[in-house]
Nanobody, 124 residues
Framework: QVQLVESGGGLVQAGGSLRLSCAVSGRTFSSYAMGWFRQAPGKERESVATISRVGGITYYDDSVKGRFAISRDNAKNTMYLQMNSLKPEDTAVYYC?????????????????WGQGTQVTVSS
């Protein structure tokens, strides 16, 4: 079993920055491709950014390209999402997820384990 715990969410003004973290325990972190997803009220869960097992492959949704950066530290069993130039439309619950594969996808159903989520609210 894999446990994922997100942290770093909060309230920030538009244009500000936040850094999310996802701490993983229970299995070898480097065995999993990882991803960040988000869900706003009344909307479906959507992909934000994903990363391969060793970090060499990353994917981003067009809405966050150039503003967000995904990374991972396999020695610390932790994944990160640096979010800059935040916009009100980035407001959502952000989830991290793990996929038992080398290569990530941008499809939520492809992921095997999920965290509980952390709220990000961007005020205008």
């Amino acid at each position: 079993q894999v446990q994922l715990v997100e942290s770093g969410g909060g309230l920030v003004q538009a244009g500000g920055s936040l850094r999310l973290s996802c701490a993983v325990s229970g299995r070898t972190f480097s065995s999993y491709a990882m991803g960040w997803f988000r869900q706003a009220p009344g909307k479906e869960r959507e992909s934000v950014a994903t990363i391969s097992r060793v970090g060499g492959i990353t994917y981003y949704d067009d809405s966050v390209k150039g503003r967000f950066a995904i990374s991972r530290d396999n020695a610390k069993n932790t994944m990160y999402l640096q979010m800059n130039s935040l916009k009100p439309e980035d407001t959502a619950v952000y989830y991290c997820a793990a996929r038992a594969a080398a290569v990530p996808t941008m499809t939520p159903v492809d992921y095997d384990y999920w965290g509980q989520g952390t709220q990000v609210t961007v005020s205008s």
